[in-house]
C-alpha cells in the first residue's frame, strides 16, 4: 500500500508538471503507454491513458514490494527484528485437527514415546 501511496504522489508531481509546462495532466498516463505500444509519440487515446494507469500502478506496487522486502532484510541484519522463521518457532504448538487427522506435532511426540 505504501508503494501505491508514493505512486500516486509520484504521478501527481508529474501531471502537475506537465500541466506547468503546458501539456495536458494526461501527458505522464500517455508517455508510459508508449512502452507497450512502441510508439516514439504518444497518441491522445483511451487506450494509451489507460495503459499508462496500468502500467504505473503496477510498478508502483511492485517497487513498493521490493523496497518492503530489502527494509526487511536490513532490519534482520541489524538485528532489530527476527526472521520469521526464528519467530514462529517460539510459537506454542496448538493441536489442529485438519480433515479428520491431528496435526504433525502430534505424530511427532509419538514417535519420541
Known sequence: MAGL????????????YATSEGKPAIAPFLAIGTIFFFDDKPMMTLEYALTGVITHLSLSVLFGIIFAMLVMVALVQEGIVRPPQA??????????????????????????R
Open 87 to 112: 519467530t514462529a518457532r517460539r510459537l506454542p504448538a496448538k493441536r489442529v485437527k485438519l480433515m479428520g487427522t491431528e496435526s504433525l506435532d502430534d505424530d511427532v511426540a509419538a514417535k519420541r
Open 5 to 16: 501511496a508514493a505512486g500516486l504522489v509520484f504521478i501527481l508531481a508529474n501531471m502537475i
